[in-house]
Every structure is written in C-alpha cells, then in structure tokens.
C-alpha cells in the first residue's frame, strides 16, 4: 500500500517530462496543460496519468484556432510496460468537459492535420517510448463542433 502511495511521487516529474518531450517531438501545435497526478490505484494494476487545462492551439494558418480544450484528461499507462521496457503503453484515454473543434478549410486544409512529419527519411527517427494501444476512450459532458467548408464549397446547387 506504502508503495502505491510513493512510487507516484517519486516518477511523476520523470513522466510528464517524458510526455512534454514526446509531445514536442510529434505534435505541431502548441500544446499545454497543468497540474499533472499519477495515480496506482484508479486503474488498477495500471498507472492513471492525470491533468487539467489540456490545451491544444493551431499554428499557421490556425494560429488564433483552438483546437481542443480539456478540463480533465486521465491517461491509462500499462505499468508492467513501464516499469520493464521503459516506455508508456496508453491503454485508454478518459477526457472530461472537453471542447474540440474540428475545421476544414475550402482548400482542404484541417486544423486537426497537427501530426509532425518526417523531413528526411534517410535518417531514423528519434525513438519513440510512447505505445499506444488504447482499449477504450470516453467523454463526459463533452462538445465537439465540426465545420468542414470545403465540403461547403464543392457542394453544387
């Protein structure tokens, strides 16, 4: 019980630079979020990476778009993965109060299109310690709005 109370603390700080990091490497977006908790005992045996104000914001041509905004995200990180192999295995993703919007614009960009992508693929990519193999996402009191103008625009009277 002692350790379900400590380890938490003791590789909290380890696991949200690793996410930030990870985050950095992958996303082209700005991306925030504040209070970060692990847990043991939620989802049991496995870790719950929790944080508020997940904030997810376009650049370019999206630089004034929000496109996701979280009150509370809950990670579910397989343990036994992390603790072996040192790398997180996401096993679900629990959003609560988010609002996510989706835009297409006429020349078919999207403001979701935030994945970073190789430029050069001689080299190898950094490695990655992020596994996902998620089993079930949810949303509690979410919104999401989509608006896809392109799909307005190619619409023939």
Known sequence: MAAAVILPKIYKEQLRVGLEKEIDQKIDADVTFSNVDLQLLR???????????????????????TLASVEDIQLEVK?????????IELKSIHLIRPEINIYVLKDGNANYDIAKSSIDSTTEPPKSFLKIAIDKISIEKGKITYSDWLRIFLRKP
């Open 79 to 87: 343990l036994w993965s992390w603790m072996s192999k040192g790398e």
């Open 43 to 65: 989802h049991f045996p496995n870790l719950t990476l929790s944080f508020n104000n997940l904030l997810i914001k376009g650049k370019g041509e999206f630089l004034h778009d």
